[in-house]
């Protein structure tokens, strides 16, 4: 008798317990569309993973690996080299060029007034005005909206600074360098981050 009353009562609880799991789902849906994220507040995440991701594979890689133990040896012709492996700038490059074709539509970059490589040169009015902006007021960002085509976007400039003598050493002595002059601290370029906005 007990357990028939156990059977019946599963018999009418089990829809009722879909029923309950299925609510919540379908309720946060619209809600979730409601409060939609500030675009700065996705740049500054998007920002936050790709600033990640790079300092990791310098620091943990790059520096461990190659500097350290001399079992890798970063160089811009890695391809090239035995125990070759790209620099961080290059990894950051071929990781975005997989994110867009994932996303089509989202960009960034990372860019400069003084590129080693000419294609990292600021290229729209906002890219300059934001790559300007970041070098003349150190420790801030730039957010602006730029109209390309007929799609308008969100543009963010994060600044990429001279954080360790590596960084200044390689790029003042690189042949394609038009600067020699880069030092500790200083602004060398920034990430541009753009997000279409509909
Ligand atoms: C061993 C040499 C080397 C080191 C170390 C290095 N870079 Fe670079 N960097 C390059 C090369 C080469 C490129 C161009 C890569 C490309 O896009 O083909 C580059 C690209 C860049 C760019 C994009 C503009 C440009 O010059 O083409 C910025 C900004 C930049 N590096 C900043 C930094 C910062 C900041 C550090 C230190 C945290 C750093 N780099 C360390 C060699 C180096």
Redesign the pocket.
Same mark, same amino acid.
């Given at each position: 008798m007990r357990i028939k009353t156990f059977v019946a009562s599963l018999l009418v609880a089990t829809p009722l317990l879909f029923t309950s799991c299925s609510k919540p789902a379908e309720a946060s849906a619209p809600a979730a569309a409601a409060d939609s994220v500030a675009p700065e507040k996705m740049a500054d995440a998007l920002f936050a993973v790709m600033k990640g991701t $790079? &300092?990791a594979y &310098?620091k943990h890689v790059?520096a461990r690996l190659g500097k350290e133990k001399k079992l890798i040896k970063? %160089?811009?012709k890695w391809e090239d080299k035995e125990n070759g492996v790209m620099?961080?700038? #290059?990894m950051? $490059?071929y990781a975005r060029d997989l994110a867009m074709e994932q996303n089509p539509g989202f960009t960034y970059?990372? #860019?400069?007034e003084?590129?080693?490589?000419? #294609?990292?040169?600021p290229k729209t009015p906002k890219e300059k005005e934001g790559l300007q902006f970041i070098g003349k007021n150190p420790g801030k960002n730039f957010y602006g909206k730029e109209t390309l085509g007929d799609k308008t976007f969100f543009t963010a400039v994060y600044p *990429? +600074?001279? +954080?360790?003598a590596? /960084?200044?050493? /390689? %790029?003042n002595d690189?042949k *394609?360098?038009p600067r020699d002059d880069f030092k500790m601290g200083e602004v060398?370029?920034? +990430?541009v981050i753009r997000i279409p906005m509909k």
């Open positions: $790079r &300092t &310098t790059i970063p %160089h811009e620099l961080p700038a #290059q950051f $490059r970059s990372l #860019q400069s003084w590129p080693i490589n000419s #294609q990292n040169a *990429d +600074v001279a +954080v360790s590596a /960084c200044i050493d /390689c %790029h690189h *394609d360098s060398m370029g920034g +990430v």
